[in-house]
């Protein structure tokens, strides 16, 4: 008996990695480590709830309910997947690797269970999606956020300039901030616009009344 349960931590952890390895390959937050432990533990914790407790079975005046650890994995990991989130120029970075710790531990939790079927097949729908739809689907792509400064003369008309040539490339801008001084004006936009394109073909775009600009 114990060997066939260790037999599923195994495979709970082997899972991990296999969505681990991904996110590693991406060079995001969590990698192949995170995601075989959150694996193996939440596997063993199922396994706790389920068969660690049989010698109480039949106590007087005792009441056993098995989904209880199994409910406190899930609030463990929603702390451990919130670590994974944070802001970074405007984009809120780390979703994907969060809702990826919180599948791993569910497959986790499955093989732990006894359902092999559903974790392995649950594991590899998660894999293939992600190579999938990662940037290969551009209508299911998130737009991108970044902020831009550009340096530029101060000219009349100039800064309408900019913002047509933006428009043009179908760029939004979301946030406008204009620094005018003695000779050139300084511009702080934040920006949005699809994630195939990038920022160097939108910055090139810009045409002569550029001086020099950067992304932050």
């Known amino acids: ?21 991904e996110r590693k390959d991406r060079m995001k937050e969590a990698g192949v480590r995170t995601h075989y432990v959150v694996a193996v533990g939440a596997a063993l ?19 056993l309910d098995p989904s209880r650890i199994a409910a406190g994995v899930v609030s463990g990991v ?19 690797t969060a809702a990826g710790i919180w599948a791993t531990a569910g497959i986790g939790m499955a093989i732990g269970a006894g359902l092999y079927f559903i974790g392995v097949g649950v594991t ?32 009349q008309g100039a800064v309408n300039r900019i913002l047509e040539r933006l428009e043009e490339h179908h760029v ?15 511009l702080t936009l934040t920006v949005k616009f699809k994630a195939e394109a990038t920022m160097e073909t939108l910055l090139s775009s810009m045409g002569d009344d550029v001086k020099r600009m950067k992304v932050e």
């Open 1 to 21: 008996m114990e060997y066939e349960l260790l037999l599923r931590i195994l495979i709970a952890g082997i899972c991990g990695v296999i969505i681990g390895f």
């Open 45 to 63: 914790m199922v396994i706790i709830s389920k068969y660690g407790f049989q010698d109480q079975i039949g106590w007087d005046n005792l009441s």
């Open 78 to 96: 929603s702390f451990l997947g919130a670590g994974m989130i944070f802001m970074q120029k405007h984009t809120v970075k780390g979703l994907t």
């Open 124 to 155: 590899l729908l998660i894999f293939l999606g992600q190579i999938a739809l990662h940037g290969r689907i551009s209508w299911l792509t998130s737009p991108k956020t970044e902020q831009i400064v550009i340096v530029m003369e101060r000219e």
């Open 172 to 186: 939004s801008v979301l946030v406008f901030e204009a620094d005018r001084r003695e000779e050139e004006i300084v």
